[in-house]
């Protein structure tokens, strides 16, 4: 438990090159934003990270027959350059790919169903949907161009103190209006058409945050992106990269429990008295800066601050409920139309938004360790299957899908904001040297997501400690960067 004098003795030197730092959360916005601290203020910053539960937050694995399987935060884009990043200085590998099908499913029959012939699957496509796949690819693609920008940003050292701040610099008021429209509204004015965003939009943002197609532009076409390139994972569990980012910082991880941040201000500096409860009772420490990765909303914590002037408000908005069952059992392959189990061919199931419909996604998943002689198992065999649904699953519910299952392990938990209730994004910036990185779950929620946050609230963080303020915020960024080069 760190002292609680630690940066408080009340006669102060000036503003030193690393202040003590608090990190609230170890999951990977916590382990991501200490690892870029250090990288920006030197290994001499001082970091402890508040963690009650385990390192790794939401990516969490969960044991079947001595075997462990991601429960969620399962695969990545191939276009995630700081957690492929991650995976390169930490020597970790990539977990090798095995192939499986995919299909939509409308609660009474298939209404696509992919192949093993890319053209096949094209025409398909076109043969249902005319060109609005088409359409999708170049609305998500020109969205993920813009959205890129930020990688040659944060390689310049830019940061940004708000949400729309860093969308303006992206995509201009075109992106920030992405965070306050619907996807559906969007994809139908660049000519998609309904039935496709009812059969193919509406599943995939169904199986990534278990909501409809009023999620906003911003957050469907990130999940979109997702569905369309290639995703790896990482060999052992994504949550390795959590564990080896602390690791590689040397980050002080303390079992407790954060319920609030003080303000006390001494020789004109703000200072922060982080009070938290763990094993041995209730503690607090002193710091210069602080980062919360946990969410703030009333539904998910109730963190206090104290003596801020104003107050910090309210956190607006909710979270979405959403329920993993990880069952080991044998598919009922009749339930979608095929009695003989034998010819079942899909690894994944999406689903569409129909109202009898009592789970959102499931696929056959395989282990975190995969070996070389690794092969899926057949349809007739008993399969480790992740159902993903809003409410758990009841007996009935579970006989509807699986004929027999020896398990059935049920993970609850709050995943992804709500995002038909967001009106307003919440701020980066809390006070001074206090900052909230899980603001951006609000634009859109990925690991990569995630990890550009964190990133951006290191470099918030070293700009304002050092007065760098020419870095902050800057307009025509794109015209900036290009002339450094």
Not at 53 to 62: D, P, S
Not at 91 to 97: C, D, Q, S
Not at 413 to 441: C, G, M, T
Request: charge should be neutral.
């Amino acid at each position: 438990v760190p002292p609680l004098s630690r940066g408080a003795l009340l006669t102060r030197p000036p503003s030193p090159l690393s202040p003590p730092a608090a990190v609230v959360g170890a999951g990977l916005g916590g382990s991501a934003v200490a690892y870029f601290l250090q990288q920006h203020f030197g290994p001499q910053v001082q970091l402890d990270v508040y963690e009650p539960a385990g390192v790794g937050g939401r990516l969490a694995t969960v044991t079947v027959n001595k075997q462990q399987y991601e429960s969620r935060g399962a695969s990545i884009h191939a276009l995630s350059l700081h957690m492929l990043d991650f995976v390169k200085i930490l020597g970790l590998k990539h977990r090798r790919e095995v192939a499986g099908k995919s299909a939509i499913f409308s609660g009474e029959h298939f209404v696509l169903e992919e192949t093993d012939w890319y053209l096949l699957n094209l025409f398909r496509l076109w043969w249902h949907y005319g060109i609005s796949f088409l359409r999708l690819q170049m609305w998500v693609e020109e969205v993920m161009e813009k959205f890129m920008r930020i990688y040659k940003y944060q390689a310049h050292g830019y940061a940004f103190s708000s949400l729309e701040e860093m969308l303006r610099s992206l995509g201009g008021d075109a992106f920030v209006n992405m965070t306050q429209r619907s996807v559906a509204e969007s994809l139908l004015e660049v000519g998609v058409t309904q039935r496709f965003v009812d059969d193919v939009i509406a599943a995939v943002l169904r199986s990534s945050y278990g909501q409809s197609v009023l999620v906003p532009a911003f957050a469907g076409a990130m999940s979109l992106a997702g569905a369309q390139g290639s995703t790896w994972a990482v060999e052992g569990g994504n949550k390795l990269v959590c564990s080896g980012l602390l690791k590689l910082t040397k980050a002080n991880v303390i079992p407790a429990r954060v319920t609030g941040v003080s303000l006390h201000s001494s020789e004109g500096r703000a200072l922060y008295q982080v009070h938290y409860e763990g094993g041995e009772g209730q503690g607090s420490a002193f710091y210069d800066m602080v980062v919360v990765t946990t969410p703030l909303h009333p539904s998910r914590s109730n963190f206090t601050f104290e003596n801020f002037e104003p107050p910090i408000a309210n956190f607006p908005g909710a979270f979405q409920p959403s329920v993993t069952s990880v069952v080991h059992g044998y598919l009922n392959s009749s339930y979608f139309g095929f009695p003989d189990p034998k010819l079942f061919p899909f690894a994944s199931i999406l689903t569409t938004d129909t109202p009898d419909l009592f789970f959102s996604a499931m696929d056959n998943i395989c282990p975190v360790n995969i070996s070389a002689a690794f092969r899926r198992k057949q349809p007739q065999e008993a399969a480790v299957w992740r159902v993903l649904s809003q409410q758990p699953l009841d007996k009935q519910q579970l006989k509807t899908l699986f004929r027999s299952y020896y398990s059935v392990q049920v993970t609850e938990w709050q995943a992804y904001p709500r995002y038909d209730a967001a009106k307003s994004l919440p701020p980066i910036v809390l006070h001074e040297n206090l900052f909230y990185l899980s603001s951006v779950e609000w634009v859109a929620s990925s690991m990569e997501m995630i990890a550009v946050a964190a990133k951006n609230v290191a470099l918030l963080a070293y700009n304002r400690w050092h007065q760098d303020l020419e870095k902050i915020d800057q307009k025509d960024l794109m015209h900036k960067v290009k002339t450094e080069l």
